[in-house]
T-cell receptor
Framework: LAKTTQPISMDSYEGQEVNITCSHNNIATNDYITWYQQFPSQGPRFIIQGYKTKVTNEVASLFIPADRKSSTLSLPRVSLSDTAVYYCLVGDSYKLIFGSGTRLLVRP | DAGVTQSPTHLIKTRGQHVTLRCSPISGHKSVSWYQQVLGQGPQFIFQYYEKEERGRGNFPDRFSARQFPNYSSELNVNALLLGDSALYLC??????????????FGPGTRLTVL
């Protein structure tokens, strides 16, 4: 399973766009990239998943370059309620390997 | 539609006791996975069950066991509890075995405290 590297923490302000980049140099051909959001003492919540290029849903966009060695989660116009830990996972398997995630703090 | 459900939400046990945690997957999902999340860390994989068979096991001692029932619900059992077993236990379900874009959805978790 490909290992992922993402920033430990990020700060932002309400209304700004936040981009969290994840590196996954050893991504395999069949691997998908999945992002989860987790609030304290709650289960991770699925945000978005992609294989290549760009994926957009009602809450986020996921940008994946052609070499797929990294990906960027984009959260438009964050609010205080977006303060959470964000996990980037890569794999084509039953077993998801979670890293430490990125702690996003959104300030007023 | 209901998401993944887990019971109980909170549990307090003492060292040496046994605990059983329960999970009901999303309707139509045949795979259930269990994760342990210690405070401040990411979730760690414990087990995956698909069609009532164990398909994967993480690096956890034999005190941890699980099973999946014909209705695809699942139980996680932990024997001889240790203080270090205190954690949030997460259940996740997916439709198949996890190939390709088979997204895994998590339940709210069970908070286990061992005193």
């Amino acid at each position: 399973l490909a290992k992922t590297t993402q920033p430990i923490s990020m700060d932002s302000y309400e209304g700004q766009e936040v981009n969290i980049t994840c590196s996954h140099n050893n991504i395999a051909t069949n691997d998908y990239i999945t992002w989860y959001q987790q609030f304290p003492s709650q289960g991770p919540r699925f945000i978005i998943q992609g294989y290549k290029t760009k994926v957009t849903n009602e809450v986020a966009s996921l940008f994946i370059p052609a070499d797929r060695k990294s990906s960027t989660l984009s959260l438009p116009r964050v609010s205080l309620s977006d303060t959470a830990v964000y996990y980037c996972l890569v794999g084509d398997s039953y077993k998801l390997i979670f890293g430490s995630g990125t702690r996003l703090l959104v300030r007023p | 539609d209901a998401g993944v459900t887990q019971s109980p939400t909170h549990l307090i046990k003492t060292r040496g006791q046994h605990v059983t945690l329960r999970c009901s997957p999303i309707s139509g999902h045949k795979s259930v996975s269990w994760y342990q999340q210690v405070l401040g860390q990411g979730p760690q994989f414990i087990f995956q069950y698909y069609e009532k068979e164990e398909r994967g096991r993480g690096n956890f001692p034999d005190r941890f066991s699980a099973r999946q029932f014909p209705n695809y619900s699942s139980e996680l059992n932990v024997n001889a509890l240790l203080l270090g077993d205190s954690a949030l236990y997460l259940c996740a379900s997916r439709m198949g075995q996890g190939v390709g874009a088979d997204t895994q959805y998590f339940g709210p978790g069970t908070r286990l405290t061992v005193l």
